[in-house]
């Protein structure tokens, strides 16, 4: 697929998301399959915001990763402010999709959002008995 | 609550601070159990890293029954008490444990941008 090509893929799946941005994400994941060394496809995350005043997480947005691990659109950079977020990765059900168990029924990563006009990137690097994540760009 | 158990408790963790190479002492944490009636997590022991990163005695034999568990890591407050900022604000991880016979071991390996965690034995 050619770039062109993969960018109106990836614009059709923010109208399909009812998502009406035109502009990348401010916030990115990537999941990878670090036990088969591809990404890992098909895993349902969902990206939420700490209210301070309630100590309540909302829900911004769900999704589903990509054949790359990525899921485009996680939020708009008017969404965007600072704060606490936790993105929930249902790591679970995904390995129960392919057959194995995992000692992680989900993992939530849980990080602050203090300077919301940067680029954060927050992948994560799984298998079945173990899980990294970073601080990425 | 379970800091003076004479055996050894089936659950460990361990703390290293990856970005001095060290171990992360005097880091708070947390134990425990989701109870799966009423989905809500249950506290079975707080306590503080040693000197070595570690923490003795969070669970007894008899407690330690099958089911699913976290360990909350409080983080941030570690690093600020270090005089640093971190990216998270507590690391907190969830696992299941099947066969509650055998020890179970989450280490957790963390900077003030990034951590790991592995079950070890």
Redesign the interface.
Known sequence: MNRLQHIRCHMLAYKNMNIATTLPSPLTTHVLNTAKGVPGANMTISLHRLNPISSEWYLLTTGITNDDGRCPGLITKESFIAG?YKIRFET?KYWDALGET???????????ISDPSQKYHVPL?LSR???????GS | MGSSVKSSSPFTTHVLNTGDGVPAVRMALSLHRLDPRTAIWNLITIGNTDEDGRCPGLITSDAFTPG?YKVRFET?QYWESLGLSS??????????VSDADQSCHVPL?VSR???????GS
């Open positions: 606490v679970g995992c000692f992680y029924p989900y993992v939530e990563v849980i990080f602050t690097l008995f173990s899980f990294s994540t970073y601080k | 699913m941030a990216f998270y604000p507590y690391v907190e991880i969830v696992f299941s390996l941008y990034s951590f790991s965690t592995y079950r």
